[in-house]
């Protein structure tokens, strides 16, 4: 028998396991041009929090009743499907489902020799794509300039600053505690750190440790840090705007010092994006992000859970910080 | 005896007839390989404005005491240059004087015959060209995409939409009066217009105007009316920052809607620039210009100020929107 995990009410407030329910079903069978996959590894997010309220949104809200959706490597176990064949591994959005049917559209192979599966969640996921492409489809750096990297010590974060120093780039990193700041210097190889929440003067912090200026701000929080920092950015600089997670639970559009006369006065960038904007890059991106990998000059830090059954308490537990790096569950 | 205009004060907030001071001085007489040139027409652009305080910025101040400079067309009258004949136009950063000696160098002469002298300070000098560079190099406009103007019935904002036209857009223009909005779509082809003075709610009047929302909008205020334009931008729109005029005046950093969540939603670009930044691009984007000029295509508004006494108010008057496209002055 097979079984699922669904979405049996939308939370109010913080989700309880009560949220979701385990169904069991016939096994699935694949039809012509079909596979049948056994769910390897299950990625879990904060950004799912969002998929289970049904507010409008990037990404359409998950079904109630309906098997919860998201980044999972799984085993081709069957296949009538002329592109894939049993034995091999893919990743893509798919079902917590222990096993379950596909047509293979959205998916990608993955090589187990090349890189831990795992890793397919992660590094060489959309959390790595995501640094990869934002940095480089954007930030465009140049060896020698100087990158500055807000939420630093986040699964995105680390990943942007130890791509910038493999570019060549001084990298500064902006985080909330001086142990994370460590990290960055000690385990990530960033040239310095600000503990924004010891700062009084960002702007005065960020330029006393880049004195060149900033060139390109990867930004993951928005807010005051990023207000520091943009008062120091280079003429032709580059801001990646990834992230706000300063401005995410407030209610209505918080204020802050107009952009516009900084862009113009500087010849600025500033750049919006998603991921999966950048999809025609990402093979190329995991080439890369893999090669680096195996050179040993990336580190990525993930908490693994083991159990299908442990997956809505991994997914409870990333909002009581539980995991250190990114979290995944072995099925 | 000859005149020059000065820089007297430095102004806080608007500026006023009392910044500038006239001068009375020798006739300058040319050395070696330099001309004297007799100024034809004077270019009064508002991003002098930033040049007359002392803040840094992409282009240096003007000093205290020195002739103010600018866009100027010239008549050589004099010439001890092997390069430049007595007779000859020439069109370069020069000063505000009624006579001054140049080596030539970052002058280009212009030929009266092929456009009106007053056109080099215009659609061929730096209004075209940066309303050519900032739209096709920044905002890319695709046929059938909306783009939305500001500043429209301005030098450069004429010039963009006329621009848009061109090449497939629907074109929307905001500006301050109704006999404005009147001129963009009976003498410069805009689809719809707005007036911002007689409208309460931005966003609700671009919203009416633009069914298929904005695609580029080509910025040259910035402030609440583009705060309506922000609210309105389809995903993967772009945001021209070329002016800020509602901001130029202004003696602190003004507060408004913090733009990262939106440009993150959208995945939205906004690029300040200065025309130098695509100096590669102005011969090509000359001849282009040319030739829908010749063609009938581009309709190019002036407004001439006649006599040299009468700069400084020319100046001044941008900034209660006196101009209908570029103004200039007539020495």
Redesign the interface.
């Known amino acids: 028998m097979n079984q699922r995990i669904i979405l049996a009410h939308r939370p109010t407030g913080t989700p309880t396991l009560s949220n979701f329910a385990f169904e069991t079903e016939a096994m699935p069978v694949p039809a012509d041009g079909e596979m049948l996959l056994e769910t390897c590894y299950v990625s879990v997010d904060p950004y799912m929090r969002g998929r289970m309220s049904d507010a409008k949104s990037?990404v359409p809200p998950f079904e109630l009743g309906q098997a919860i959706t998201g980044g999972v490597v799984a085993k081709v176990t069957a296949s009538n499907h002329a592109a894939f064949t049993e034995g091999d591994y893919v990743m893509g959005s798919l079902a917590w489902q222990l096993f379950q049917v596909s047509t293979g559209e959205g998916l990608t192979k993955v090589d187990g020799e090349a890189a831990p599966l795992s890793a397919y969640l992660g590094l060489l996921g959309m959390t790595g794509l995501t640094a990869y492409c934002g940095l480089s489809e954007i930030g465009k750096p140049q060896a020698g300039e100087t990158l500055v990297v807000s939420g630093a010590a986040g699964a995105v974060g680390s990943v942007v600053g130890q791509i910038g120093k493999i570019l060549g780039c001084r990298v500064v990193g902006i985080a909330g505690s001086d142990e994370k700041i460590e990290t960055l210097q000690t385990e990530y190889g960033f040239d310095a750190g600000i503990n924004y929440k010891t700062t009084d003067d960002m702007a005065a912090a960020v330029a006393a440790s880049c004195p060149d200026g900033v060139d390109v701000y990867f930004?993951n929080v928005?807010?005051s840090v990023?207000d520091g920092v943009y008062r120091n950015m280079n003429?032709?600089g580059r801001i990646i705007?990834?992230?706000?997670i300063a401005?995410y639970n407030e209610t209505s559009?918080?204020?802050?010092?107009?952009?516009?006369?900084?862009?113009?006065?500087?010849?600025?960038?500033?750049?919006?994006?998603?991921v999966s904007?950048y999809a025609e890059h990402f093979p190329a991106a995991v080439q890369q992000l893999a090669q680096w990998l195996q050179q040993g000059k990336l580190q990525f830090s993930e908490t693994v859970v083991e159990g299908f059954e442990n997956i809505p308490q991994a997914f409870l537990d990333l909002f009581q910080g539980a995991n250190h790096g990114k979290m995944v569950v072995k099925v």
């Open positions: 990037y930004d928005a807010g990023s003429r032709l705007n990834c992230g706000a401005h559009v918080p204020m802050g010092p107009r952009v516009e006369m900084m862009l113009i006065k500087n010849s600025l960038l500033m750049q919006g994006f998603i904007n």
